[in-house]
T-cell receptor, first 117, second 114 residues
Framework: NAGVMQNPRHLVRRRGQEARLRCSPM?????VYWYRQLPEEGLKFMVY????????ESGMPKERFSAEFPKEGPSILRIQQVVRGDSAAYFC???????????????FGPGTRLTVT | AQSVTQLGSHVSVSEGALVLLRCNYS??????LFWYVQYPNQGLQLLLK??????LVKGINGFEAEFKKSETSFHLTKPSAHMSDAAEYFC????????????FGTGTRLTIIP
């Protein structure tokens, strides 16, 4: 049973370009979370999605960032017109989304390390 | 709202010595608490979790943590440190039902001295 998959693992973009980060949740999981880890800091929540729905995007910067989790295919975190401050590790996590709710563990992917030059 | 404070961004212990990593939390609902470990350039792996029931929770790799409501703490311990325990450790608290996002502490980097 494959774990959470993220690609690419490393991404280099020049200032002003777009970055697309992909996350395939574990099989059977319908809840996806994106977190950002800045250098020497902990993980910060960005957005929580279920299939075709954004449940909570309170951690997303107001501009340039967007996320989706379509009915088919991976979840995508999109960053437009990247700036150096966007350089970070972006982690995706998934959970089953069943009735056990809060007791469910979130399973993390290996992360995408974005470098903006 | 939830928050987590991890005291000590860097902790060094000798191999074979006790490991104690501190975590205090704040939560507006009964807390669900987690400890994760992160090895260099890798994702997070769950060590253990507390949801309800027994307050002493045992996890993988010999780690355990005790939930103390009166102290709002969830400290992580291991009786005898091993070189392979060197990593970054994160304490996290979970949000309310329906929005189970994790709020993380800033992490503690554990170094093991041979």
């Amino acid at each position: 049973n494959a774990g959470v998959m993220q690609n690419p693992r490393h991404l280099v973009r020049r200032r002003g370009q777009e970055a697309r980060l992909r996350c395939s949740p574990m099989k059977g999981h319908s809840h996806v979370y994106w977190y950002r880890q800045l250098p020497e800091e902990g993980l910060k929540f960005m957005v929580y999605l279920q299939k075709e729905n954004i449940i909570d995007e309170s951690g997303m910067p107001k501009e340039r960032f967007s996320a989706e989790f379509p009915k088919e295919g991976p979840s995508i975190l999109r960053i437009q017109q990247v700036v150096r401050g966007d350089s970070a590790a972006y982690f995706c996590a998934s959970s089953p989304g069943g009735t056990s709710g809060r007791t469910e563990e979130q399973y993390f992917g290996p992360g995408t390390r974005l470098t903006v030059t | 709202a939830q928050s987590v404070t991890q005291l000590g961004s860097h902790v060094s212990v000798s191999e074979g010595a006790l490991v104690l990593l501190r975590c205090n939390y704040s939560s507006s609902v009964p807390p669900y608490l987690f400890w994760y470990v992160q090895y260099p350039n890798q994702g997070l792996q769950l060590l253990l979790k507390y949801t309800t029931g027994a307050t002493l929770v045992k996890g993988i790799n010999g780690f355990e943590a005790e939930f103390k409501k009166s102290e709002t703490s969830f400290h992580l311990t291991k009786p005898s440190a091993h070189m392979s325990d060197a990593a970054e450790y994160f304490c996290a608290v979970k949000g309310n039902f329906g929005n189970e996002k994790l709020t993380f502490g800033t992490g503690t980097r554990l170094t093991i001295i041979p």
